[in-house]
């Protein structure tokens, strides 16, 4: 069984910074793009930052320059800094992992549980 845990979440004030980490467990073939998105109240859930397994990275114009997005493929693991944090920054921030299972010759996408990001005086 796959699964993806979330830590770091927590009430920060604007220009604060907070680190977000995704640990990947369970019978793992491969993994190939890890990631992070956010879902604020009445918003679609939207990419944030995407890394590649070779280290290429994508981030939203919203938070570019500003979040850093790294992976440790030796621990199936991937991170997400988040500096000069602002109001519209919060949001509940979801890892995700395109997974190949050891017993498949599939690729899945697994979603984390959700950290709550609040940024507020």
């Known amino acids: 069984q796959v699964q993806l845990v979330e830590s770091g979440g927590g009430l920060v004030q604007p220009g604060g910074s907070l680190r977000l980490s995704c640990a990947a467990s369970?019978?793992?073939?491969?993994?190939?793009?890890m990631g992070w998105y956010r879902q604020a109240p009445g918003n679609q859930r939207e990419l944030v930052a995407g890394?590649?397994?070779?280290?290429?990275?994508n981030y939203a114009d919203s938070v570019n320059g500003r979040f850093t997005i790294s992976r440790d493929n030796t621990k199936n693991t991937v991170d997400l800094q988040m500096n000069s944090l602002k109001p519209e920054d919060t949001a509940v921030y979801y890892c995700?992992?395109?997974?190949?299972?050891?017993?498949?010759?599939?690729?899945?996408?697994?979603w984390g549980q959700g950290t709550q990001v609040t940024v507020s005086s």
């Open positions: 890394i590649t397994s070779g280290g290429s990275t």
């Open positions: 995700n992992a395109k997974i190949t299972p050891r017993e498949s010759i599939r690729q899945y996408n697994y």
């Open positions: 369970g019978s793992i073939l491969s993994i190939n793009t």
